[in-house]
Structures are given as C-alpha cells and as structure tokens.
C-alpha cells in the first residue's frame, strides 16, 4: 500500500544500514506524496512500479473485523516487515461501520423506542466523512508521506519490526501523539478550523465518528513525527489505522458505565463529556484509546450531568462546504478585523475564544449556559423529498465504492470527473435539506451532469434498462422534468 526501504538492511534489528543510504534531495518528499497508493517505490531513486502486493489486498476475518473495531488484534497477526503489506483496514472496516450502526438503530429502537439520531444529520456525517476521503485518491496521505520521509532521512535506531515490545510501545507513542494533536486542535484556533467539523453535530450516535475534516491531517502528522526516529513506519501504518478505528464505536449513547474500564479506557461515557457543549464539557477527555492521558495532564472529567451535544454556537446548516470550512471563514473575517500584529497572531494560534484582553483559552463564563431547552437544527423538507435524498445519497455511496476500488483501473480524467460528481452530489444534498433557493436549479445541473457522465462512459449505471433510458432523448427530457418536480416538493 505503502512504500518503505525494501533493502534487506531494513530487516528486523539490523543497524547496520549505511548512512549514505539516508541521503535523499529534498524534492523526495513531494514525491512521497504524489506517488500512488498502490505502487512501491525504489529509496535510490524513488521509482514507481505497479506490483501490488497480493497479501495487502487480502480481506480480513469477520473475527479480525470485529476485533480491529476495538484494538484487539493480537501483535503476531499485524506485524508486517514492509508497508506494501499492511491491509487498509479503514477500507476493510466498511461493512463494520454499516453494521454497528444498523445494531444501535436496533437496539436504540428496543430501549428508548426511537432512533438514535436524525436522518439530515446522519446524512451530513456521512458526507463529511466522504469528503474527507476523497484526496486519497490522488495523493498519498501526508501522516504517511512525512512519518516515511523522516524514517528514510532521520531515523536514528532500527526497532524490529516483528517484536511484540515495538508494537506495544507503538500503540503507546500512537496514542499519545493522538492526545496532544486532540488537545491542541481545541487550543490552537486555526487547528480548530478543521477539527470543529467533527464537533459540529447535535447528536450523539455511531454515524458522529464518520462527521471527518477534510482539514485536519494536515497538522495531526506533525504530532507522530518523533515516531520515526525509531519505529518502523510498517507497524506505525497499522496502529495509525487501530487509533482511528477504536473510536468509531465510543460515539453511542446506548452504552452507559463499563466499570473498572473506565479508569483506563477512552469510553463512551467519556467521550460523551468531550462532544458536549456544557460549561464543564468544553476542552475535556482527549484521549483516543487511553484516558489515562487525560488523567495525567489534568484535563479528565466524569460525565454527570445530561449532555448536549454541539458546537457552542450551532452552525444550523447541514451543507457539506459550511461544515468543513465555516470555522475557517471566521477566522479569515476575524484577522483582518482584529488590529495588531501580534493580535492577529493570537487570532491564529491561541484559543478559539481568545480576543484581546482575554486569556489565551478564552473565559469559561462566555460560554453559552446549556439549559435543556436546546432544540437541535432540523431539515423540514417533505417526506417525499426525504426519500428522494436517501436513494440519491445510496446511488452516490455506489458510486464512490465504485471509484476506490477501481481507481487503479480508472483514467485520471475518469477519477477526477467522479469526484466533482460526489461533490456535487453532497452540495446539492446539502443544499436540499437546507432548503436553499437554488436547491432545485443544483439538483437539475446535477442530473444533466449525471445523464452526461453515463453517457460518455464516465460512470456505468447499475441496471441495463437505464443504460437503455440514457440513450433515448424523450425518456431524458422526462428525467429532467421528474428532478424539477422533486426538487420544489
């Protein structure tokens, strides 16, 4: 997936790599990033080459599946000597996601007698999480592409990649650097412009995990970078993915206590208290895996009164581009207004409530008072419109698996052309559950886009009978008519 040093030198406790090996231009880096996923490449001279290896393409075990889910996969079953073998767990997880989430629908249904969230803002989760996906289809992810970098150029010790004490002491610096990227992305304003998207639902439920920035990584991978002095970037791979993984299923409100585990573990009840809005929620429980963090650093907090979940000051719109970038205009109006240079520096790297005058994490007693009255923003669109937008959003999900897994396949002008059609499918999803004026003039664009791609072979639709459709001008014309009807429901 991946690439790494394939030299027998790299091999597990071997010191012994010449340094000279270690020298690359500057310009490997951006290499790094551009190189395709599925290719190796060669550290001499960085050359690409398109020889998969078939163990990262095999599928993990329902058992492996349920225990990645809660970072219980055992050393000897995920330690890897080469990146080109570690699986993309994250991909493999998907069928974890959907059936976790279709369980607390379940069980939500048999203990509280309703769902545990609401279709608009499941919808947007969903979307952000795709949005935040999306550029890996062109580049490498820059937590990999600079961890390589640095173990290529800086590493200082060669830890063995198959000891069961350097995955252990992995999952440990893992997670540590999670604590501090956490922590920081709600102490820095300018870091909190991408990872307010995660926080910006109003409900608590296994869909929330999937609300991503498209922003965020661009500063986490400055927090594992020490790392690659001496961990091989083979078993960082997999625990970077173990992390992530691990919380999709504490974002539930179906689990209450889990007893004795809650003294060391990040739980749902845990996380519950960081996703509040509550005065005494703001900036609490960090922690990825381990709450020990949080309580060693002085930031824990036990969940005691009822939470309500949010921003501080909800965004009230469920449009993909105002979830991921809102936060980031903020900021841009708030520099230029703000006199001062080191002012204007503040804007940026102090607390999100920071402003002259103030301390550098803003006052607690401006927050806004958490009453229990709060009612969460939601879409008031009709039934029928419902409807619409979930088959339109099931088709577009299509799609986008689709595209990951014949991107190796698909032209560069294919994969790009998908990818405007994704994003313009969630915009106009957006923009319907808002109820924008222009909502119905998007859909229609975005229906002529699609009749288009199909027809010039850039997307395949599902069935043959509309293949037979796209080819007949007066069944188009009726398609057309069909969106502009719903589109004003």
């Excluded at 058992?63 to 996969?73: A, K, L, P, V």
């Excluded at 069961?164 to 990227?181: E, S």
Aim: with cysteine.
């Amino acid at each position: 997936m991946w690439p790494k040093n394939p030299s027998d030198a790299l091999s597990a406790g071997d010191s012994s790599f010449p340094p000279e090996h270690h020298q690359h231009s500057s310009s490997s880096l951006y290499s790094l990033w551009l190189q395709p996923l599925n290719h190796k490449y060669s550290p001499a001279g960085n050359q690409a080459r398109a020889d998969m290896n078939p163990e990262a393409q095999q599928d993990v075990s329902v058992s492996q599946g349920i225990r990645m889910m809660f970072y219980m996969m055992k050393p000897n079953e995920t330690s890897f000597q080469t990146l080109e073998e570690v699986p993309d767990y994250v991909k493999q997880a998907t069928p974890f996601f959907i059936s976790l989430m279709l369980l607390e629908l379940v069980v939500s249904w048999i203990l509280k007698g309703k769902a545990p969230g609401r279709l608009d803002d499941a919808l947007t989760s969903m979307s952000a999480g795709i949005l935040s996906r999306l550029p890996s289809l062109f580049s490498r992810s820059i937590e990999l592409t600079t961890y390589i970098y640095i173990w290529e150029n800086y590493r200082l010790i060669n830890l063995p990649w198959d000891s069961p004490w350097t995955w252990y002491l992995t999952f440990l610096g893992v997670d540590f650097g999670y604590y501090w990227f956490h922590r920081m992305a709600h102490e820095v304003n300018i870091m909190w412009a991408g990872h307010q998207t995660h926080h910006s639902s109003e409900d608590y439920n296994l869909s929330t995990a999937l609300r991503q920035s498209v922003f965020q990584i661009y500063t986490s991978w400055i927090f594992y970078s020490p790392l690659a002095l001496f961990i091989p970037p083979s078993v960082y791979a997999v625990h970077l993915q173990f992390n992530l993984l691990y919380q999709f299923w504490i974002h539930t409100e179906i689990i209450n206590n889990l007893g004795p585990l809650e003294l060391i573990l990040n739980t749902p009840s845990h996380h519950r208290v960081h996703h509040g809005r509550n005065r005494y929620c703001i900036d609490k429980n960090y922690a990825g895996v381990l709450i020990i963090w949080d309580r060693i650093f002085g930031t824990f907090e036990a969940e005691n009164e009822k939470v309500a979940y949010g921003l501080t000051h909800p965004i009230n719109t469920f449009e993909p581009f105002m979830v991921q970038c809102h936060h980031l205009v903020y900021i841009w109006t708030t520099f230029w207004a703000t006199p001062g240079f080191f002012n204007k520096f503040s804007v940026l790297f102090k607390g999100p409530g920071w402003s002259p005058g103030k301390p550098r994490l803003g006052l607690s007693e401006e927050i806004p008072e958490v009453t229990g009255k709060e009612v969460p923003f939601s879409s008031s669109v009709s039934h029928l419109l419902r409807i619409y937008v979930v088959v339109q959003f099931a088709l577009m999900l299509a799609f986008y698996e689709e595209t990951f897994a014949d991107k190796a396949a698909l032209s560069q002008v294919t994969l790009l052309l998908r990818v405007c059609f994704i994003i313009l499918t969630l915009t106009s999803i957006g923009f319907l559950l808002d109820q924008r004026p222009k909502a119905a003039v998007l859909e229609t664009f975005r229906c002529l886009v699609f009749l288009m791609l199909c027809r010039f072979g850039h997307l395949k639709p599902f069935t043959p009978s509309l293949s037979f459709a796209l080819e007949n001008e007066e069944n188009i014309a009726c398609f057309h008519e069909l969106c502009e009807i719903l589109c004003k429901c």
